[in-house]
């Protein structure tokens, strides 16, 4: 069968364009062909770079071929981007998270539903080799009841927010910024949060960006976001999880996601990546590197945008929904609710664990089955 590829115009030229830009190449499924930025001499650049067009969004918008809007803005932007391009019955996909506020977000899912049309969001790591070997694990019971879960990982957000100043911005503490991994990993697995009980400390920052070579060389910074988070998550299933986040800490990033079972224990590795390594642990046994189980074993930001043009051609849901989005970004809010009020958060969105990806769909080119080919493919299991 014949499938026309999808015409998609890229919102948002900075840092994280480059790497869409290169991943998208590969899927057949999608046909870039627009970008456009703030800053027109960056959108030209990258126009240039990767044979486009480039346009004001409103062109973009008004463009009845383009089909798919792929936001890279800024967090602070993707609210109003994303509310605009599914006004226009573009379908959406967006880098994380889905807004800044909540009901920023509960509109846009109002707004996509309304008009028909689809939103996926990132994180897309979930669909990686590691994520989904260590999901295969789970659901074959390698590892018995999940009872707990620990997440725990640290950052230098002093030396981050200087070159990256969104950082620095609601919206961009690592909460939000790098949290939502690591949240997204966890229930991808496990299904829905329930309830959430946190406290947070603010490390409050005040000075000029002394990073030479940045653009905001000189410029005075300030940081009034929760710097240090500290949670426990009571999951629908019944596993508890701890979660702690540090942007106070040292530039050495720590990364933790580790799932403690009846028959053993599961560390996943960081999931910012497609490949960590699923290291599992059994019963007086030494700890075994699983191979794995599933494809996309490289770094490939895009991945769930190109799922999401396979659901949408052919008829089925994509694996990184709004809901889960949505759910993860509720979450988020939840742990700064608990940490203000000093109460137990009680969760109001829910969402259906998307199928896993088949399994064996190896990067092996002409010997076999391709990566691609498991987005095309939906098993329901």
Known sequence: MEIKPMKTAIVGCGMISDTYLESLKQFQILSVCACTDLNQERAKNTAEKYNLCACTFDEILQNDEIELILNLTV????????????????????????????????ELLRLAREKNVRLGVAPDTFLGAGLQTARYLVEHHLIGDIQSAVISVNRNFTVFGEFLPHLNKRGGSILFDVGCYYLTALVSIL????????????????????????????????????TIICAVLQLKCGTLATLHLNSSSILDEQSHLELYGTKGILSLGDPNTFNAPVHLKKPLNPEIIVPFT??????????????????????????????????????????????????VYQMNSDFNLPPMLPEGYLDNGNWGPTEESALAEYETN
């Open 294 to 343: 599933h494809g996309y074993c490289r770094s490939i930001r895009g991945l769930g945008t190109a799922d999401m043009a396979w659901g949408i051609r052919t008829g089925r849901p994509h694996r990184a929904s709004m809901e889960m989005a949505f759910h993860v970004f509720e979450a988020v809010h939840g742990i700064l609710t608990s940490a203000s009020n000093n109460t």
């Open 191 to 226: 299904g829905p949060i329930k309830s959430i009980t946190a406290m947070t400390r603010t490390n409050k920052d005040s000075r000029k960006n002394t990073r030479i070579g940045s653009k905001n060389y000189g410029e005075k910074i300030e940081n009034n976001n929760e």
């Open 75 to 106: 967090p602070t932007a993707h609210y109003d981007i994303t509310r605009r391009a599914l006004e226009a019955q573009k379908h959406v996909y967006s880098e994380k998270m889905l807004a800044v506020e909540l009901n920023e977000g509960k």
